[in-house]
């Protein structure tokens, strides 16, 4: 069977990691990075480069250059706003309403950006491996809705993977901590990242991790922080030199580039200086940046979006129906939950040390990895109980919203709910889905509607007609109404709203296959790996036992058949070739039996 990798698919960064003899590992890039940022960089020439490379030539190519995309992905091109102005690549309105970057004339979908991130990560990962990966466990934010996990994945589709689960970030750093500690408690997850903030109240025990709440902006992180910072620069040198920085957009990258190196220096320091020489030109000559920030600066900078997470972990405790005290142990995860403001912060608030006991890069990666353990069967699992981060419902008579499915319930869920119709003889009803927390229906997000027909003709009122919600532990929705008279029924699963038909999935799949094997040949391929694997088993049960009764030449050659077999299972391929390699083994075992007579 082939190993099935965990991915940490970050706005920032991603990192990948799988399970070896039940510990989970984390895999080491091309570059020979434990991370790689998710930056996808395009050349004139058609070339695309993913990763450090990319995120190298942001400051040159910023118009070539797309970073954060997760910020996009799945989301509607007017509710974006707001993330517009947070990169420097142009964001539009793509042909179905969705997201769309456009990148040196062509446009992209998020979704296929996405792919290129994960591509590179599977890519890492068979190197590492020396085999090939097909299947994969993806951690998306808690706050992420259906369409945002449905386009994480369709990303993986793309890339040639087969997402076997979505799981949420904070879910799966606890899946880390119960493996590592074995422990019951309750636990707080505080994830800061590059481009969202969650906090999660879990309760853990030595076999279940539920989720009690979760809550979290994922319009809050080490993205915002830079930025804030690159105000007050950009104050500085307007207060210093009595012009203000033009808002070119090298110039802005080079700034933008400079703040995120000040605010990672004063994590460790008290003070730093940011030099920014010729960062442009104009009537009288060069002009420079030359400043020092001290940690004292930043954190005044900072001190609000700060509070802001405080006042989310609070709501969470509180939804979660606890009190701080009751918190045995807060885990910290994301790149900005190194920042020392933060920690004394989040220390004061729950009134306990922090656990450092993770590397807050690779925590949710390792998470992921210990879920798809899980999955493969190799490590005793741990009865996941996760909750919907939004409630679900459906649109009712003056536009209101009913809810169905409230916020933090526990998944799996079902629901139902009886409906009937509004008047004689009506023949058909619409079923409008929404999520969200409004009671008017037209403030929450739509997820999609569909229509019950041919309902057996009667009285308005008396036709029954039973609607039924599901959410599956991946988070996905699907919904279903049956008219009970007639037994006619509709199913819906929820697709993104904006989000891609089959069709055109298909496609993007199979153009970005080409490099890849096959989603048929990765199945063949699994499932002669796991002949031989098991004929190993056998021959070396054999050997064991009959090691006295055989020729030393019978002995030779069994040892050179295990080991072609090991090597074949590990390092080919090639179908036919195994295929072959497989017979030969039961010749060898044939003879073997015959020669000591079993
Ligand atoms: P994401 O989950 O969004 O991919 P990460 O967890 O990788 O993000 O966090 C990336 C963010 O963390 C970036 O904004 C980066 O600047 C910030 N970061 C990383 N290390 C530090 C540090 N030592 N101090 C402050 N911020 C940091
Ligand atoms: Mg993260």
Redesign the pocket.
Known sequence: MGTIIGI?L?????CCAFMERGEPRIIINEEGGR?TP?VVGFAKDGERFVGEVAKRQLVVNPEATVYAIKRFMGRRYRECRADMGLVSYPILEGATGECAVEVLGRQYSPREISALVLQKLKKAAEDFLGEPVTEAVITVPAYFTDSQRQATRDAGTIAGLDVLRIINEPTAAALAYVHDRRKASTIAVYDF????FDVSILRVDRDVAEVKATRGDNQL???D??RMLLEWLAAAFARENGVPLPTDKVVMQRLRDAA?RA??EL?TASSTDVALPFLFVDASGPRHLQVTVTRAIFEELIADAVERTLVECRAAVRDAGLAVEQIDEVVM????S??PLVQERVKALFRRPLNKGFN??EVVAIGAAIQAGMLEGDIKGVTLLDVTNFSLGIEVAGGRFARLIPKNTTLPTVARRQVSTVVDNQRSVKIHILQGESERARENVSLGEFELNNIQPAARGLPRIDISFGIDANGIVEVSAKDTRSGISEALRIDAPAGMSKQELLQLTESHAAAAHSDEEAKKLRAIRKTIEGQIVGLEGFQRIHQGELHRSDLDGLDQALKRARMAVLKSQDVPNLTELSTYLVRVQQHLKARVGV
């Open positions: 940490d970050g706005t920032t960064n991603s991370t998710s990242g590059g481009g969202t992180g080490g993205a922080l830079d995120e605010k990672l994590s995860v994301g790149g900005s190194r920042i807050p890069d």
